[in-house]
T-cell receptor, first 113, second 108 residues
């Protein structure tokens, strides 16, 4: 099992550009989520999904879109990148939402100029 | 007020010391609780889940106090390799909410 994979590892964007961060898991987990981590802020939940076709907003959803067309994939779209979106982005999955451990991908380091 | 709060530290302790971290949460509907460990610039990894009766895994002990709405992590006989950031995580209505983390440095 590859676990949770994220691509790309690093990305530099210009203000106003759009892009998609990819996340995939091969553990047949129902629950997937996206976080951003900024210095001194901990991980903040952007969006999450409890299963294919179902997504919901987390703590900081503005400027981001998600979709969950399959159990395996949960891409995060930045619609019009802003410098405030410079951060490290982590994708995670767990068997269900609730008592289960989350497994994290290695992260994507995004810089918006 | 943040939903999950931790003292950011750093806690600087000598090898062999015992150190304890607390984490408070504000939502009484919180369902499950975890401690994660994060090494510099790496992804978080589960250290242990926290159960109502308390639980122990080797040198690590976790406790949950629902009445006072806090969880704790005790590390005994600290090792240099325990140096990391420890993240408290609370699950509230299908959302995993993280504290900002507590930095631990174990000194030789």
């Amino acid at each position: 099992n590859a676990g949770v994979t994220q691509t790309p590892k690093f990305q530099v964007l210009k203000t106003g550009q759009s892009m998609t961060l990819q996340c995939a898991q091969d553990m047949n987990h129902e629950y997937m989520s996206w976080y951003r981590q900024d210095p001194g802020m901990g991980l903040r939940l952007i969006h999450y999904s409890v299963g294919a076709g179902i997504t919901d907003q987390g703590e900081v959803p503005n400027g981001y879109n998600v979709s969950r067309s399959t159990t395996e994939d949960f891409p995060l779209r930045l619609l019009s990148a802003a410098p405030s979106q410079t951060s490290v982005y982590f994708c995670a999955s767990s068997l269900t939402a609730g008592v289960d451990e989350q497994f994290f991908g290695p992260g994507t380091r995004l810089t918006v100029l | 007020r943040k939903e999950v709060e931790q003292d950011p530290g750093p806690f600087n302790v000598p090898e062999g010391a015992t150190v304890a971290f607390n984490c408070t949460y504000s939502n009484s509907a919180s369902q499950s609780f975890f401690w994660y460990r994060q090494d510099c610039r790496k992804e978080p990894k589960l250290l242990m889940s926290v159960y109502s009766s308390g639980n122990e895994d080797g040198r690590f002990t976790a406790q949950l106090n629902r009445a006072s709405q806090y969880i704790s992590l005790l590390i005994r006989d600290s090792k240099l390799s325990d140096s990391a950031t420890y993240l408290c995580v609370v699950n509230i209505r299908q959302k995993y909410i993280f504290g900002t983390g507590t930095r631990l440095k174990v000194l030789a």
